[in-house]
């Protein structure tokens, strides 16, 4: 909120003003709903908050010096210089006061027991010029006076009370006391400054049982209140139980004024009511009373209003009076839920924020917060509408003054009249949205819009389900946009044609739009309206007529140059290029095609659809090759050649497996003239050299590898294709290649090197290109003997040799030692030192890493049998009554069969005996003892005694007899 923006005043006329042409106000007070004030005749007046008089009495004969009010709101309580305290009710009829206490002092300070009885005893607290505190207790047959405080000597000059807790303060200091134990809790020292022989008025605010506010002359203080168990531990703000009162000063703010009141104002701000005499501001500032809101956080000032009361150059800070609805007992809490910052969300302030009562000896004011009907109208006043409308949004629930809708209306007319639609229909959609009871107002719009014929603005936010419009407006719309905006029509009709219940009759909307494409056919303009022929699409595929749908997709013919430029955005990164120039890439017509398998449509009119859009198609005619066929498509694209040319690398590079095939074997023959024509055809030769120039030029002395630059270029579509077909005749393609202006020599020498002509294809590499880093990829795939050719080359060629130095120590399959023995001695080479030194660091560094490569080998050969071993060693889980012997399928918990026994006994490796008389069960298998004899093993063929198992694994078992057998067979 700006400074000026916070508070609305009013002046209190009615009765208040015709007191005070005959009377000098004193003190006062306030209540829920009536303000009570003193007067210095001793008369008391009870006042509606409007200033009207409720009550009138004489409560005293000296001049009133202070008014309290019970929290029941029902009792008065008044004190007088005559030393004298009255009791009245808030009564219209008679009069019954009743004087409760006179004492031989005057009576400066007054102030009601706080808490809600109802019982007849009567409880309040005065205090007197002497400095005395007196608690007085008045019941229906008893009267009790308990002195609180004996007295400084100074006059008490403020009072309040809260809870248990009592605070007064007199010329020198604050005190705070315990009222139920008459025990002292502390006391706060006046400002600098100040005292008796120079008193400024005190004024105390009691915020909760805990805080109390404390203005007195240019400070402001915050004390707070905590209590303490007897055991020791503090229980936070709990009173149950008796407790030990300890204070705290939890801040202490300097203002540039005399504090003359303060109150809550909110959850961040507290109010003080400041006076600044005339004679203390020389630098011509603002003097007199100042209602100012401080931040609680550091005491800084975010909002002052100096209040123009009447006679205030004749005003001093005693005479200065600021009650809040704040002290009133149900209003206590409300500061606490609230905030200033938060007052433009939705319900405002909900009557939360006080108003505050100022009143001097001759005017008083009522200072309320604006609400947003004051910020409305001070908006409006700028002549700032839109500001206006924000803040009625912002806040609807609270208006009182204005209509919302009126305030929008009068706002998007303004923009109307500075020809400002687009803003105003994008404004009707911020400001009307979805409200439910919006229609009309809606509707309202769209018609005004209509009339100044800026329907077109305003369409793309017509609401279509809350609120929902009646059809006659969606029909308003469609029919004006059908004959003077297709576009727009378009749009609409993909919008709302997906709405439930439906918006508009599909049927005879299409019947118009048919005939409006006739009509324009007729009449030669815009023959083929592309967006009037997908509209006509749209609708049909609403009315599930999908052939005749599809039918007129195709119709939609683009320009040569938008399909020009789609086909060359077609081979740039991948990029979507299925736009038509119509602003949209037609994506739902392919996928209407598989959905509703409507591909007997399109068998006859692949080049229509490939027009509507190149990437959609490529997909399409690639994923369904059996319902559209390849030589369908290669009949219809024949005549285009760059048609065709695109549709065969499509399915080359999309779907290899299957083109790569003897079945489409003539259409590879077709692409090496295809590839061939469209092939770019840069000057590679003198692009390379030009790059070696450079690279020699700013190259530095010692290159990391990651800073090595290659001059690799990337193999060209051409040339991928001839690597990936397996059909391509070599003679035609090298025939293509040398036809072209220039020859496509990386073409020729791959040519060469699969017909196997590699030394030609090295020569033609070397001549033609003079590229290093092909040159050495080349020699190094295909035959690295022909190395000595390269050496041979470079020699006679410096530039090349060059950069062949600075490569040929990362190729291990040849020793750089022989080309540095063929350097001639009066060979001039650019930086031959440091390049010496590059290759020597590369030979370096390549038989460094072999060594590191033999160890990791070494180590992990090792690192593996040890895993081998283990897992070989490691106890399997098997079940014996499941597991069947692999050699003869029996059980292996039963013997094996007789004959495999018999066999065993008499079988012999071949040689074994003759050779060294040993049993071939002495050769260490795995699962076996490591000496089994022959004899060992023998088993009679009568023995039923079950054989000895081999487990190779939890699933593949053998009798021992049946795994010796098998192993002597080389099963």
């Not at 004492?103 to 027991?113: D, G, H, R, Y």
């Not at 918006?503 to 309206?529: C, I, M, N, P, Y």
């Not at 959905?595 to 369904?624: G, M, T, W, Y």
Request: aromatic fraction near 8%; include cysteine; charged fraction near 25%.
């Amino acid at each position: 909120h700006p400074m000026n923006e916070v508070f609305k005043y009013q002046r209190i006329k009615g009765n208040l003003s015709e007191l005070y042409k005959s009377e000098t106000i004193t003190a006062c007070c306030l209540e829920e709903n009536a303000i009570i004030v003193g007067t210095e005749t001793g008369y008391v007046h009870v006042l509606s908050l409007s200033g009207k008089v409720i009550k009138r009495y004489h409560a005293h004969e000296g001049t009133v010096t202070g008014l309290a009010v019970d929290n029941n709101g029902i009792t008065i309580f008044s004190c007088s210089e005559c030393g004298s305290a009255v009791i009245n009710t808030m009564g219209i009829d008679g009069d019954e006061k009743e004087t409760a206490l006179t004492v031989t002092q005057p009576l400066k300070a007054i102030c009601a027991e706080d808490s809600v009885s109802s019982k007849r005893e009567r409880s309040f607290i005065v205090g007197g010029a002497g400095g005395q505190l007196i608690h007085h207790r008045h019941a229906w047959f008893s009267q009790k006076d308990i002195e609180l405080f004996r007295g400084s000597g100074t006059p008490v000059c403020a009072l309040a009370w809260r809870g248990d807790v009592v605070a007064w303060a007199d010329s020198s200091q604050v005190r705070v006391m315990d009222v139920a134990t008459q025990a002292a809790i502390c006391y706060l020292n006046s400002p600098p400054n100040v005292g008796p022989s120079n008193p400024f008025p005190c004024r105390l605010f009691w915020e909760s049982e805990y805080d109390l506010l404390v203005g007195w002359a240019d400070s402001l203080r915050h004390l707070q209140l905590v209590y303490t168990s007897y055991s020791g531990g503090e229980d936070g703000q709990s009173r149950s139980g008796q407790a030990d009162i300890r204070a705290r000063l939890v801040a202490d703010w300097r203002c540039d004024t005399i504090v003359c009141g303060v109150s809550s104002f909110d959850q961040d701000h507290v109010a003080v009511l400041g006076y600044t005499p005339p004679d203390d501001k020389d630098d011509g500032g603002a003097v007199g009373p100042e209602l100012m809101l401080m931040h609680r956080s550091d005491g800084s000032v975010v909002s002052a209003d100096v209040l123009p009361l009447v006679g205030w150059d004749e005003l001093s800070p005693e005479s200065l009076h600021m009650v809040s609805n704040y002290s009133c007992y149900s209003r206590r809490s409300d500061y606490l839920k609230w905030s200033l910052a938060a007052s433009s969300k939705r319900g405002g302030y909900r009557g939360l924020p006080p108003f505050t009562y100022i009143l001097s000896t001759h005017d008083a004011v009522v200072a309320r917060v604006r609400d947003v009907n004051d910020r409305i109208t001070a908006a409006l006043q700028q002549g700032d509408l839109r500001k206006a409308v924000d803040l009625a949004q912002g806040d609807r629930h609270t208006l009182r003054i204005y209509q919302y809708h009126d305030l929008v209306r009068a706002y998007v007319n303004s923009l109307f009249n500075e020809d400002k639609a687009e803003l105003a229909a994008e404004e009707c959609h911020r400001l009307i949205g979805g409200d439910a009871d919006g229609a009309a107002l809606w509707e309202s719009w769209i018609f005004e819009f209509a009339n100044r014929k800026r329907l077109s603005c305003i369409a793309p936010y017509v609401p279509v389900e809350t609120p929902r419009l009646s059809n006659s407006v969606y029909k308003v719309i469609l029919e004006n946009f059908l004959l003077v905006n297709p576009q727009a029509f378009l749009s609409a009709v993909r919008k709302w044609g997906t709405v439930r219940p439906p918006l508009f009759d599909a049927a005879s909307l299409l019947d118009r739009v048919a005939r409006q494409v006739e009509t324009r056919r007729k009449s030669g303009t815009d023959a083929a309206d592309p967006w009037l022929l997908e509209a006509k699409a749209h609708l049909q595929t609403l009315l599930h007529q999908y052939d005749k749908a599809l039918e007129c997709y195709l119709e939609i013919e683009p320009s040569e140059a938008q399909l020009r430029a789609r086909f060359e955005d077609s081979d740039a990164d991948g990029a979507d290029i299925g736009d038509t120039g119509l602003g949209r890439d037609f994506q739902y017509v392919f996928d209407l095609i598989e959905k509703q398998d409507l591909f007997h449509v399109i068998q006859d009119r692949v080049l229509r659809l490939v027009r509507l859009s190149p990437k959609l198609a490529e997909s399409l005619l690639v994923r369904n090759v059996e319902k559209i066929p390849v030589y369908s498509v290669v009949k219809q694209l024949r005549e285009d050649t760059e048609l065709l040319h695109w549709y065969l690398h499509a399915l080359s590079r999309h779907a290899p497996d299957l083109y790569n095939t003897q079945e489409y074997a003539e259409f590879h023959v077709m692409q090496v003239s295809l590839y061939a024509h469209f092939a770019p055809k840069p000057d590679t030769k003198q692009h390379h050299q030009a790059k070696v120039g450079e690279q020699l030029e700013g190259r530095p002395l010692v290159l990391r590898p990651d800073q090595q630059q290659t001059s690799r270029a990337q193999d060209s579509d051409f040339l991928q294709f001839l690597k990936f077909s397996n059909f391509v005749p070599l003679e035609v393609a090298l025939r293509e290649c040398e036809r072209q202006q220039p020859p496509l020599y990386r073409e020729m020498i791959y040519i060469l090197a699969q017909m196997g002509m590699v030394k030609e294809g090295l020569a033609l590499l070397l001549r033609e290109t003079g590229d290093v880093n092909l040159a050495v990829e080349y020699v190094e795939q295909n035959d690295p003997e022909l190395w000595e050719d390269v050496v041979n080359h470079a020699l006679s060629h410096h530039d090349f040799l060059a950069e062949l130095m600075d490569l040929i120590g990362m190729y291990h399959k040849f020793n750089p030692l022989t080309l540095v023995k063929k350097l001639p001695p009066c060979m001039e080479i650019p930086l031959l030192r440091q390049r010496l030194l590059r290759l020597i660091k590369h030979c370096d560094f390549q038989e460094f890493m072999r060594g590191q490569c033999r160890l990791i080998l070494q180590d992990d050969t090792v690192t593996l049998l040890r895993q081998l071993n283990r897992s070989q060693r490691r106890g399997m889980k098997v079940n014996a009554g499941s597991t069947r012997c692999a050699g003869c399928g029996r059980p292996t918990s039963m013997p094996p069969p007789l004959q495999v026994q018999v066999a065993q006994q008499e079988a012999v490796l071949p040689g074994s005996s003759a050779a060294s008389g040993k049993n071939r069960n002495s050769v260490p298998v795995w699962g076996l003892p490591p000496s089994r004899t022959q004899k060992s093993c023998a088993v009679s063929p009568s023995s039923n005694a079950p054989s000895s198992v081999v487990y190779l694994s939890n699933k593949i078992a053998y009798h021992m007899l049946c795994f010796d057998r098998v192993y002597e067979s080389g099963a």
